[in-house]
């Protein structure tokens, strides 16, 4: 169970795991030729599109794990939903859920009844608002923990495929994005079934991890509302509404 939230925690985040990576290089070299970009300046963009920290964001979709790379037997199937603007930020997956609005962030888990509420402070929203991305020292080839990329074309959008050796479990990673507006339209994340290995053979199973992105055109939830329908401060205490009453309450405030 722990390693199947692993699994679908880093594909929710898939496309953007280098971004989280604060000591994660990226090597350039790449097999491109004629008019294909270079992997630097399409991450750039990409990133640009999803996680600049004055950028809104609000997609959601489906996260599949297949037993192998030939995709027909599906393990675990799973919905999500990504929401972003300013302070204010939700993220949904399966049974948990993650609510910030600038002042608290609470996570909530409906399986287990649990509900962590804490304070945000000056230095967490700071990160939250304003992530740090030295893309100087990211598109170079001097770092022990190295990404390689390589930009093709595919059915009239673009793929970008990333090796990584921050995460020795996947064997590599490829993100579909139409070239026009950089939206993400789906994303695959190949793991190794042996992990651990210090070599792993070309054709060693795998399984694989499809990410398919849809993008509401609602004006998205209001988050506000939604920590009040959970829980309120009073005096310093948490007290969660009535719905939550039975939950385990964890605060730090």
């Known amino acids: 169970m722990k390693r199947k939230w692993i699994i679908f925690s880093i594909a929710l985040i898939g496309t953007t795991v280098i971004a989280l990576a604060g ?18 300046d399409e991450f750039k963009k990409l990133y640009s599109r999803f996680l600049d920290p004055s950028a809104t964001m609000y997609m959601k979709g489906i996260i599949t794990l297949y037993d192998d790379s030939t995709e027909k037997n599906i393990k675990e199937r799973t919905d999500f939903l990504l929401f972003k603007q300013g302070d204010n930020i939700y993220s949904s997956l399966s049974s948990l859920r993650t609510y910030c609005d600038g002042k608290y962030v609470a996570e909530l888990d409906t399986v287990n009844m649990m509900l962590d509420v804490f304070k945000v402070n000056d230095s967490l929203l700071k990160v939250i608002k304003n992530p740090v991305m030295p893309f100087d020292n990211l598109f170079t080839d001097t770092a022990k923990m190295q990404m390689r990329g390589t930009v093709s074309e595919d059915a009239g959008g673009r793929m970008i495929q990333l090796q990584t050796d921050f995460i020795p479990e996947v064997k590599c990673m490829k993100v579909f994005y139409n070239p026009s507006d950089y939206i993400l339209r789906s994303s695959k ?3 190794w079934q042996t992990p651990g290995l210090m070599e792993q053979e070309k054709d060693a199973p795998v399984w694989v991890t499809k990410i398919e992105y849809s993008y509401p055109v609602d004006s998205g939830p209001d988050i506000p509302a939604m920590m009040r329908d959970i829980f ?3 005096d310093g205490e948490c007290i969660p509404a009535e719905k939550y009453k039975n939950y385990r309450v964890r605060t730090n405030l």
Not at 23 to 40: C, D, H, M, S, V
């Open 232 to 234: 309120t401060i009073k």
């Open 23 to 40: 000591k994660l290089f990226i090597n350039n070299r790449q097999t491109n030729t004629g008019p294909l970009p270079e992997a630097k």
């Open 189 to 191: 994340i190949y793991w």
